[in-house]
């Protein structure tokens, strides 16, 4: 209980300020604990796409927050997100991670059984239980459904809150980039596929949402492999795996001058948060129109037509910020699923999704991409977690207790969709506004 005093009697508010925030939000377990309660227990947290639950009886498990949940498509064709927690003993019920059921979920333990909806199906020796109280189908001892369920156009959210915005109002703007990703599916429909490309950094869950729409870090960062990539002679061979990856980390090079006059942050309500797209090269940007991306073009074209395709091009963004739990690249068709562990612990998963009518070349190019972004082999990811490795360390050391948050400070402009459009690229903007949200759900609860 001490714990709990020391954490009520701090001033929170006092922790994030109009220009700054205390290295204590990103290092101390008790706020951990407590944006698990006041932050992950009641904003809409991503848990998968319908794609990964295609049939009844599939199942996908995943977390919010601290809580293992699972995910399922019921026999009546709804996908329902359930506590993976057995109404017994309190067992986790479903070990792997993915999968498909003919009959039950079984608990390992005294052998409980349970429908894809949570409800408790049969329980061995049940008249062993006071006047056979235990019986099945009473929500007593099911597997309890999360609160609030919701999707937009095939990704999945859920809340450990009964009561909220919607799913879309939590998302406004944003459902755009959503929107990006999807409309590039000449059939208009996208999948998950490809596997699970995971890893995990030794600090706090903030960091790589700070980092993602960060346009001051990648020339410095990402210093070695951008020389490495540019060192490359063009006239060697390699594979297509070898162009896109060659090709990425030169783009990682391109000037603070280029990233302060042409690129555009956005910051929305709720945390959320894009980064215009920096990409000039015409073999990673289908909108250019090289001939490597004939065939897509073409499908594009005869699926909703040469305007409607143009249009969509068009659209260039590179990061976007679901906060607090999803960031993605809807133009390269990949995201990430941010799932703290502990305050100094962040686990992250990658998955790549296919544009259902887009020749397969188009997804072989989105698992290069993902390779050279987000495999724990690539040159570019292992310096971003080198950084948030240091950064861990250095705010756990004494010295100076508040990291500023500045950059741009005061020539943020409206934008015509409810958020802040940023002086340019280099602004610190998104910081601001997820600490901004940090700060009034933390306060909210508090006795």
Not at 321 to 345: A, E, G, K, T
Request: aromatic share 10%.
């Amino acid at each position: 209980m001490a714990r709990d005093r020391t954490l009520e009697s701090a001033d929170l508010d006092h922790l994030v300020q109009t220009d700054r925030v205390h290295r204590r939000v990103y290092t101390d377990p008790e706020i951990f604990d407590v944006e698990m309660d006041r932050l992950f227990g009641r904003a809409w947290i991503y848990v998968g796409h319908e794609s990964q639950v295609r049939s009844p009886g599939d199942f996908f498990c995943s977390r919010i927050g601290k809580q293992p949940v699972v995910m399922t498509r019921h026999k009546d064709g709804t996908i329902r997100v359930l506590f993976n927690r057995c109404g017994h003993r309190g067992a986790v019920v479903v070990a792997e991670e993915s999968g498909h059921i003919e009959d039950a979920f079984r608990c390992c333990y005294h052998g409980w059984r349970f429908a894809t909806d949570g409800a408790l199906l049969s329980v061995p020796q049940r008249q062993g239980y006071p006047e056979n109280n235990v019986a099945p189908g009473d929500p007593a001892y099911g597997m309890a459904s999360v609160p609030r369920v919701d999707h937009y156009r095939g990704f999945v959210f859920a809340s450990l809150s009964a009561d909220g915005p919607s799913l879309t109002d939590f998302l406004g703007h944003m459902t755009t980039s959503f929107d990006d990703m999807i409309d590039r599916a000449p059939d208009g429909e996208i999948e998950v596929a490809g596997g699970i490309a995971r890893h995990a950094y030794n600090g706090n869950w903030k960091l790589i949402f700070e980092n993602v729409n960060d346009g001051l870090h990648p020339l410095t960062v990402h210093q070695s492999s951008i020389e490495a990539a540019r060192e490359q002679d063009d006239d060697v061979w390699s594979d297509g795996a070898g162009e896109i990856a060659i090709r990425q980390m030169r783009q990682n090079g391109v000037s603070w001058d280029f990233w302060e006059n042409q690129i555009g942050l956005w910051a929305y309500p709720n945390g959320h948060s894009y980064l215009g797209d920096y990409h000039d090269d015409a073999k990673l940007v289908a909108a250019q129109r090289d001939p490597s991306f004939a065939d897509y073009l073409a499908s594009m074209e005869r699926a909703k037509g040469a305007s409607r395709t143009r249009e969509i091009l068009s659209v260039m963004r590179w990061n976007t910020n679901i906060y607090p739990s999803l960031s993605f690249m809807s133009q390269f068709r990949q995201i990430r699923v941010v799932q703290p562990v502990s305050v100094d612990r962040t686990e992250v998963l990658g998955f790549c999704f296919r544009l259902k009518g887009a020749p397969d070349q188009m997804f072989r190019d989105t698992i290069r991409f993902a390779n050279i972004t987000n495999a724990v082999a690539s040159p570019v990811l292992t310096d971003d977690l080198e950084t948030y490795f240091r950064l861990r360390c250095g705010l756990e050391s004494d010295g100076n207790d508040w990291v500023p948050t500045s950059r741009g400070l005061g020539r943020d402009t409206n934008d015509p969709f409810g958020g802040r459009q940023a002086e340019n690229g280099l602004s610190e903007l998104h910081i601001r506004n997820m600490f901004q949200t940090w700060k009034t759900c933390m306060a909210e609860g508090r006795s």
